[in-house]
Protein backbone atom coordinates (compact mmCIF):
# COMPACT_ATOMS: atom_id res chain seq x y z
CA UNK A 1 0.00 0.00 0.00
CA UNK A 2 0.88 3.54 -1.05
CA UNK A 3 0.07 6.86 0.87
CA UNK A 4 0.70 10.66 -0.40
CA UNK A 5 1.38 11.81 2.94
CA UNK A 6 5.22 10.91 2.75
CA UNK A 7 8.25 10.90 -0.09
CA UNK A 8 9.03 7.46 -1.32
CA UNK A 9 12.70 6.30 -1.49
CA UNK A 10 13.64 4.95 -5.27
CA UNK A 11 13.95 1.13 -3.72
CA UNK A 12 10.08 1.68 -2.29
CA UNK A 13 9.02 3.51 -5.59
CA UNK A 14 9.94 0.33 -7.46
CA UNK A 15 8.63 -2.20 -4.42
CA UNK A 16 5.24 -0.46 -5.14
CA UNK A 17 5.12 -0.39 -8.84
CA UNK A 18 6.74 -4.87 -8.42
CA UNK A 19 3.63 -4.84 -6.34
CA UNK A 20 0.95 -3.70 -9.10
CA UNK A 21 2.04 -5.77 -11.45
CA UNK A 22 1.85 -8.59 -9.38
CA UNK A 23 -2.10 -7.85 -8.61
CA UNK A 24 -2.85 -6.11 -11.70
CA UNK A 25 -1.16 -8.37 -14.52
CA UNK A 26 -4.09 -7.46 -17.08
CA UNK A 27 -3.41 -3.90 -16.61
CA UNK A 28 -0.03 -3.29 -15.26
CA UNK A 29 3.36 -4.54 -17.22
CA UNK A 30 6.74 -3.22 -16.15
CA UNK A 31 10.03 -2.63 -18.21
CA UNK A 32 13.85 -1.22 -17.49
CA UNK A 33 14.54 0.49 -20.20
CA UNK A 34 18.14 0.07 -18.92
CA UNK A 35 20.10 0.85 -15.67
CA UNK A 36 21.48 4.22 -14.15
CA UNK A 37 25.13 5.04 -13.89
CA UNK A 38 24.93 3.75 -10.70
CA UNK A 39 23.59 0.16 -11.72
CA UNK A 40 19.29 1.24 -10.52
CA UNK A 41 16.94 -0.38 -12.82
CA UNK A 42 14.91 2.48 -14.90
CA UNK A 43 11.64 1.08 -15.01
CA UNK A 44 8.62 2.45 -16.98
CA UNK A 45 4.86 0.88 -15.71
CA UNK A 46 2.89 0.65 -18.76
CA UNK A 47 -0.73 0.06 -18.07
CA UNK A 48 -2.77 -0.74 -20.68
CA UNK A 49 -6.18 -2.25 -20.93
CA UNK A 50 -5.63 -4.11 -23.74
CA UNK A 51 -6.53 -3.42 -27.38
CA UNK A 52 -4.38 -4.24 -30.26
CA UNK A 53 -0.84 -2.64 -29.42
CA UNK A 54 -1.83 0.27 -31.83
CA UNK A 55 -3.74 2.84 -29.26
CA UNK A 56 -2.73 6.37 -28.76
CA UNK A 57 -0.14 6.30 -25.45
CA UNK A 58 1.07 9.26 -23.56
CA UNK A 59 4.82 8.86 -21.90
CA UNK A 60 4.87 10.45 -18.22
CA UNK A 61 8.24 11.14 -16.79
CA UNK A 62 9.22 13.04 -13.40
CA UNK A 63 12.35 13.64 -11.41
CA UNK A 64 15.58 14.23 -14.19
CA UNK A 65 15.61 16.67 -11.41
CA UNK A 66 16.97 14.86 -8.50
CA UNK A 67 15.51 17.45 -5.60
CA UNK A 68 12.26 18.08 -7.46
CA UNK A 69 10.43 15.24 -5.28
CA UNK A 70 6.77 16.55 -6.02
CA UNK A 71 7.26 14.94 -9.83
CA UNK A 72 8.09 11.42 -8.76
CA UNK A 73 5.23 11.69 -6.06
CA UNK A 74 2.92 13.17 -9.11
CA UNK A 75 3.71 10.09 -11.06
CA UNK A 76 3.22 7.68 -8.60
CA UNK A 77 -0.28 9.30 -7.87
CA UNK A 78 -1.41 8.87 -11.50
CA UNK A 79 -0.06 5.66 -11.39
CA UNK A 80 -2.32 4.82 -8.22
CA UNK A 81 -5.13 6.60 -9.70
CA UNK A 82 -4.93 4.60 -12.80
CA UNK A 83 -4.32 1.23 -11.80
CA UNK A 84 -5.97 1.20 -8.14
CA UNK A 85 -8.67 3.56 -8.89
CA UNK A 86 -9.32 2.10 -12.43
CA UNK A 87 -12.89 1.57 -11.53
CA UNK A 88 -13.68 5.37 -11.39
CA UNK A 89 -10.88 6.30 -14.42
CA UNK A 90 -11.30 3.59 -16.87
CA UNK A 91 -12.04 6.03 -19.30
CA UNK A 92 -8.83 7.34 -19.20
CA UNK A 93 -7.43 3.44 -19.74
CA UNK A 94 -10.03 2.10 -21.87
CA UNK A 95 -8.83 4.07 -25.33
CA UNK A 96 -5.40 4.90 -24.24
CA UNK A 97 -2.15 3.09 -23.09
CA UNK A 98 0.32 5.24 -20.07
CA UNK A 99 4.05 4.40 -19.96
CA UNK A 100 5.29 6.14 -16.78
CA UNK A 101 8.82 6.75 -15.34
CA UNK A 102 8.28 7.91 -12.40
CA UNK A 103 12.12 8.38 -11.77
CA UNK A 104 14.22 9.62 -14.44
CA UNK A 105 17.55 10.10 -12.23
CA UNK A 106 17.36 7.65 -10.01
CA UNK A 107 20.87 7.83 -8.76
CA UNK A 108 20.69 11.49 -8.09
CA UNK A 109 17.04 11.33 -6.56
CA UNK A 110 18.47 8.51 -4.28
CA UNK A 111 22.19 11.83 -3.51
CA UNK A 112 19.07 14.12 -2.84
CA UNK A 113 17.86 11.83 0.17
CA UNK A 114 21.02 10.50 1.57
CA UNK A 115 23.24 13.67 0.82
CA UNK A 116 22.36 16.72 -0.33
CA UNK A 117 18.61 17.81 -0.19
CA UNK A 118 19.22 20.20 -3.03
CA UNK A 119 20.84 18.05 -5.30
CA UNK A 120 19.77 18.44 -9.06
CA UNK A 121 21.62 16.88 -11.23
CA UNK A 122 23.28 13.34 -12.69
CA UNK A 123 25.98 11.97 -10.15
CA UNK A 124 28.73 10.83 -12.44
CA UNK A 125 32.46 11.88 -12.43
CA UNK A 126 33.23 14.49 -14.54
CA UNK A 127 36.68 16.66 -15.96
CA UNK A 128 36.90 18.99 -12.88
CA UNK A 129 37.15 17.00 -9.30
CA UNK A 130 35.04 17.50 -6.87
CA UNK A 131 32.41 18.86 -9.09
CA UNK A 132 29.88 15.58 -10.25
CA UNK A 133 27.20 15.44 -12.55
CA UNK A 134 25.24 16.60 -15.34
CA UNK A 135 21.88 18.09 -15.76
CA UNK A 136 19.80 15.62 -17.49
CA UNK A 137 17.71 18.63 -18.82
CA UNK A 138 20.52 20.26 -20.60
CA UNK A 139 22.18 16.62 -21.94
CA UNK A 140 19.02 15.53 -24.88
CA UNK A 141 20.66 15.91 -28.15
CA UNK A 142 18.26 18.78 -29.80
CA UNK A 143 19.83 22.05 -29.89
CA UNK A 144 22.48 20.56 -27.29
CA UNK A 145 24.09 23.75 -24.95
CA UNK A 146 23.57 26.14 -27.38
CA UNK A 147 21.89 28.02 -24.95
CA UNK A 148 20.93 28.56 -21.06
CA UNK A 149 23.55 25.76 -20.26
CA UNK A 150 26.49 25.90 -19.02
CA UNK A 151 30.38 24.24 -20.35
CA UNK A 152 31.30 24.01 -17.07
CA UNK A 153 31.06 20.57 -14.55
CA UNK A 154 30.70 22.79 -11.31
CA UNK A 155 27.30 24.45 -12.63
CA UNK A 156 23.89 23.19 -11.61
CA UNK A 157 22.93 23.23 -15.31
CA UNK A 158 26.25 21.53 -16.84
CA UNK A 159 25.40 20.67 -20.50
CA UNK A 160 27.66 17.76 -20.07
CA UNK A 161 30.56 16.80 -22.45
CA UNK A 162 28.50 15.75 -25.07
CA UNK A 163 25.02 15.21 -25.74
CA UNK A 164 23.64 12.50 -24.12
CA UNK A 165 27.12 11.73 -22.70
CA UNK A 166 24.74 10.88 -19.27
CA UNK A 167 23.08 6.87 -19.46
CA UNK A 168 19.50 7.63 -17.90
CA UNK A 169 18.87 10.40 -21.05
CA UNK A 170 20.11 7.80 -23.67
CA UNK A 171 17.64 5.08 -21.90
CA UNK A 172 14.66 7.50 -21.89
CA UNK A 173 15.66 8.41 -25.55
CA UNK A 174 15.67 4.99 -26.91
CA UNK A 175 13.01 3.89 -25.33
CA UNK A 176 10.66 7.04 -26.74
CA UNK A 177 12.52 6.49 -30.34
CA UNK A 178 10.82 2.63 -30.03
CA UNK A 179 7.59 3.98 -29.34
CA UNK A 180 7.19 7.08 -31.30
CA UNK A 181 5.07 6.14 -33.41
CA UNK A 182 2.27 5.29 -30.56
CA UNK A 183 3.21 7.74 -28.16
CA UNK A 184 1.35 10.96 -29.07
CA UNK A 185 1.94 13.38 -25.88
CA UNK A 186 4.80 13.87 -23.58
CA UNK A 187 4.66 14.99 -20.31
CA UNK A 188 7.88 15.80 -17.81
CA UNK A 189 7.26 16.59 -14.10
CA UNK A 190 9.38 18.99 -12.77
CA UNK A 191 9.03 21.47 -9.94
CA UNK A 192 8.89 24.23 -9.19
CA UNK A 193 6.51 27.64 -10.13
CA UNK A 194 3.26 26.51 -11.70
CA UNK A 195 4.04 26.40 -15.57
CA UNK A 196 2.86 24.19 -18.50
CA UNK A 197 5.42 25.14 -20.84
CA UNK A 198 5.76 23.86 -24.49
CA UNK A 199 9.02 24.04 -26.92
CA UNK A 200 10.82 25.75 -27.54
CA UNK A 201 13.59 26.13 -24.91
CA UNK A 202 16.12 26.61 -27.63
CA UNK A 203 14.78 29.70 -29.33
CA UNK A 204 12.63 31.91 -28.55
CA UNK A 205 11.33 31.13 -31.85
CA UNK A 206 8.01 28.88 -31.40
CA UNK A 207 7.09 25.77 -33.77
CA UNK A 208 4.29 26.30 -36.33
CA UNK A 209 1.44 24.23 -34.18
CA UNK A 210 2.25 26.05 -31.16
CA UNK A 211 -1.25 27.63 -31.07
CA UNK A 212 -2.39 24.21 -30.48
CA UNK A 213 0.03 23.38 -27.86
CA UNK A 214 -0.87 26.76 -26.03
CA UNK A 215 -4.70 25.97 -26.45
CA UNK A 216 -4.35 22.61 -25.23
CA UNK A 217 -2.94 23.55 -22.38
CA UNK A 218 -6.13 25.66 -21.33
CA UNK A 219 -8.35 23.29 -19.67
CA UNK A 220 -6.00 21.19 -18.20
CA UNK A 221 -5.09 24.44 -16.00
CA UNK A 222 -8.51 25.56 -15.57
CA UNK A 223 -9.29 21.77 -13.97
CA UNK A 224 -6.36 22.58 -11.77
CA UNK A 225 -7.85 25.60 -10.59
CA UNK A 226 -11.17 23.92 -10.28
CA UNK A 227 -10.01 21.61 -7.95
CA UNK A 228 -8.30 24.21 -5.30
CA UNK A 229 -4.91 24.95 -7.01
CA UNK A 230 -4.06 28.06 -8.97
CA UNK A 231 -3.91 28.42 -12.65
CA UNK A 232 -0.96 27.50 -14.83
CA UNK A 233 1.18 30.10 -16.70
CA UNK A 234 1.23 28.66 -20.40
CA UNK A 235 3.46 29.61 -23.37
CA UNK A 236 6.36 28.41 -24.95
CA UNK A 237 9.75 27.77 -22.17
CA UNK A 238 11.82 30.42 -23.52
CA UNK A 239 9.30 33.06 -23.41
CA UNK A 240 7.77 32.40 -20.05
CA UNK A 241 10.56 31.14 -18.37
CA UNK A 242 13.91 30.99 -19.86
CA UNK A 243 15.71 30.16 -22.85
CA UNK A 244 17.83 26.86 -21.89
CA UNK A 245 18.28 24.16 -24.47
CA UNK A 246 18.95 20.27 -24.57
CA UNK A 247 15.48 19.57 -22.48
CA UNK A 248 13.56 16.72 -22.71
CA UNK A 249 10.54 18.00 -23.88
CA UNK A 250 12.26 19.80 -27.24
CA UNK A 251 14.32 16.82 -27.75
CA UNK A 252 10.67 14.60 -27.86
CA UNK A 253 8.98 17.24 -30.16
CA UNK A 254 12.23 17.78 -32.26
CA UNK A 255 13.74 14.91 -32.99
CA UNK A 256 11.31 12.07 -31.56
CA UNK A 257 8.16 13.69 -33.61
CA UNK A 258 5.85 13.85 -30.13
CA UNK A 259 4.04 16.77 -31.29
CA UNK A 260 2.39 17.37 -27.89
CA UNK A 261 4.94 17.76 -25.84
CA UNK A 262 5.43 19.49 -22.12
CA UNK A 263 7.40 20.41 -19.30
CA UNK A 264 4.53 20.50 -15.97
CA UNK A 265 6.44 23.12 -13.27
CA UNK A 266 4.26 21.50 -10.55
CA UNK A 267 3.85 23.98 -7.33
CA UNK A 268 4.20 25.94 -5.16
CA UNK A 269 6.34 29.10 -4.90
CA UNK A 270 6.33 29.44 -1.56
CA UNK A 271 8.18 26.29 -0.24
CA UNK A 272 9.98 25.58 -3.63
CA UNK A 273 11.58 22.09 -3.82
CA UNK A 274 11.28 21.63 -0.31
CA UNK A 275 7.49 21.29 -0.24
CA UNK A 276 5.98 19.80 2.78
CA UNK A 277 5.02 15.80 2.90
CA UNK A 278 1.70 17.20 4.44
CA UNK A 279 1.40 19.36 0.79
CA UNK A 280 1.74 15.98 -1.37
CA UNK A 281 -2.14 15.23 -1.20
CA UNK A 282 -3.24 18.12 -2.19
CA UNK A 283 -0.41 18.86 -4.87
CA UNK A 284 -1.20 16.02 -6.72
CA UNK A 285 -4.81 15.35 -6.41
CA UNK A 286 -5.12 18.77 -8.15
CA UNK A 287 -2.79 18.06 -10.77
CA UNK A 288 -4.14 14.53 -11.16
CA UNK A 289 -7.26 16.62 -12.80
CA UNK A 290 -5.03 18.52 -15.34
CA UNK A 291 -3.94 15.12 -16.75
CA UNK A 292 -7.29 13.55 -16.59
CA UNK A 293 -8.22 16.40 -19.39
CA UNK A 294 -4.68 15.52 -21.09
CA UNK A 295 -5.94 12.03 -21.00
CA UNK A 296 -9.09 12.79 -22.91
CA UNK A 297 -7.71 14.64 -25.46
CA UNK A 298 -5.84 11.78 -26.72
CA UNK A 299 -8.54 9.88 -26.20
CA UNK A 300 -10.80 12.15 -28.58
CA UNK A 301 -8.20 13.04 -30.90
CA UNK A 302 -6.13 10.03 -31.82
O1 LIG B 1 15.40 24.53 -16.30
C1 LIG B 1 14.74 23.49 -16.44
O2 LIG B 1 15.24 22.44 -16.85
C2 LIG B 1 13.25 23.47 -16.10
N1 LIG B 1 13.00 24.25 -14.91
S1 LIG B 1 13.53 23.66 -13.45
O3 LIG B 1 13.33 24.69 -12.44
N2 LIG B 1 12.62 22.41 -13.02
O4 LIG B 1 14.89 23.25 -13.57
C3 LIG B 1 12.47 24.06 -17.27
C4 LIG B 1 12.66 23.31 -18.56
C5 LIG B 1 11.82 23.85 -19.68
N3 LIG B 1 12.17 23.23 -20.94
C6 LIG B 1 13.25 23.58 -21.66
N4 LIG B 1 13.99 24.60 -21.38
N5 LIG B 1 13.54 22.85 -22.72
ZN1 LIG C 1 13.37 20.54 -13.04
Request: charged letters at 20%.
Given at each position: AISFDQYYRYDEINSYLEELAAKYPNLVTLESIGKSYEGRDMVVIKISS?????RPAILIDGG?????WIAPATALYVINQLVENNAANSALTDAVDWYIL???NPDGYEYSHT???MWRKTVPVTPISGCPGVDGNR???????????????????YAG?????EIEARNLRDFALANKEQIKLYLTFHSYGGYLLYPWGYTSELPPDWHTLQELAADPSLAHLNAGGDPFTIGSSTNVLYAAAGGSDDYMKG?????LSYTGEL????????????LINETVTRFFESVRVFGSYVKENF
Amino acid sequence: AISFDQYYRYDEINSYLEELAAKYPNLVTLESIGKSYEGRDMVVIKISSGGSGTRPAILIDGGIHAREWIAPATALYVINQLVENNAANSALTDAVDWYILPVLNPDGYEYSHTEDRMWRKTVPVTPISGCPGVDGNRNFGFHWNEVGASDYPCCEDYAGEVAFSEIEARNLRDFALANKEQIKLYLTFHSYGGYLLYPWGYTSELPPDWHTLQELAADPSLAHLNAGGDPFTIGSSTNVLYAAAGGSDDYMKGVAGIELSYTGELTDTYYGFQLPAELINETVTRFFESVRVFGSYVKENF
